[in-house]
Nanobody
Framework: VQLQASGGGLVQAGGSLRVSCAVS????????LGWFRQGPKKEREFVAS????????YYADSAKGRFTISRDVAKKTVWLQMNSLTPEDTAIYYC???????????????WGQGTQVTVSS
């Protein structure tokens, strides 16, 4: 199984960025795909998730109203559109997958390598 995250970069506060996760290696039917992030000197935290088959989404409070998670089953890709970014959003963003939605637990089954997002003030 591979989860290949990409699209990170440097953006000014108030700006937008979209990160992508290309998935491969198995059928993800029955799986939930998620994004976690880990900022400097911070614990890894849940950001958003989407069930692969149904498209049902779930967001952390910090992401609600600013971030949108989506997926394309045919393209085997999950995106995280991030708007109104602040320096507090600076982190490495990781793509993850599991059969259970556990926002409070970072011990998901599959992890990608992460992509760096830096928001300048």
């Amino acid at each position: 199984v591979q989860l290949q995250a990409s699209g990170g970069g440097l953006v000014q506060a108030g700006g937008s960025l979209r990160v992508s996760c290309a998935v491969s290696g198995r059928s993800f039917s029955g799986y939930v795909l998620g994004w976690f992030r880990q900022g400097p000197k911070k614990e890894r935290e849940f950001v958003a998730s989407i069930w692969w088959s149904s498209g049902v989404t779930y967001y952390a409070d910090s992401a609600k109203g600013r971030f949108t998670i989506s997926r394309d089953v045919a393209k085997k890709t999950v995106w995280l559109q991030m708007n109104s970014l602040t320096p507090e959003d600076t982190a490495i963003y990781y793509c993850t997958a599991d059969t259970r939605l556990r926002p409070g637990d970072s011990n998901w089954q599959y992890w990608g390598q992460g992509t760096q997002v830096t928001v300048s003030s």
